[in-house]
């Protein structure tokens, strides 16, 4: 079974995290399964840029993301080449490493 890796983030993982993941779930399902609270605003509908993540390794071994991912991305803070929703992330075979970018552009965070 994969692992994802998450770096440090000073709200959401302070320690980071390394967790298992099973091929085919998305690394926004991962996270919450495991208690990482990325922020995902629209429910994981892919209309919004908050669980937006950098696929620091590993991002070859993942589907391509699709035009409407695409368009969405380029509205996120912090974009990257490695960038992607990660409600649309689905984990492969390989091992990921992730970083969760410490901004969105989310301007109404409900519950902090």
């Known amino acids: 079974m994969p692992q994802i890796i998450f770096l440090p983030h000073e709200e959401i993982c302070p320690d980071g995290a390394v967790i298992e993941a099973e091929s085919g779930t998305t690394v926004l399902d991962a996270a919450l399964a495991n208690g990482i609270d990325i922020e ?42 490695e960038s992607r929703l990660s409600c649309q992330a689905i984990v492969a075979d390989e091992d990921l490493v992730v970083e969760i970018p410490k901004y969105t552009i989310n301007m109404v965070s409900e519950g902090k």
């Open 40 to 81: 995902h605003a629209c429910e994981k509908s892919c209309a919004c840029t908050t669980c937006h993540v950098i696929v620091r390794e590993g991002f070859d071994s993942m589907q391509e993301s699709d035009e409407t991912e695409d368009d969405l991305l380029d509205k996120a803070w912090g974009l990257e080449s």
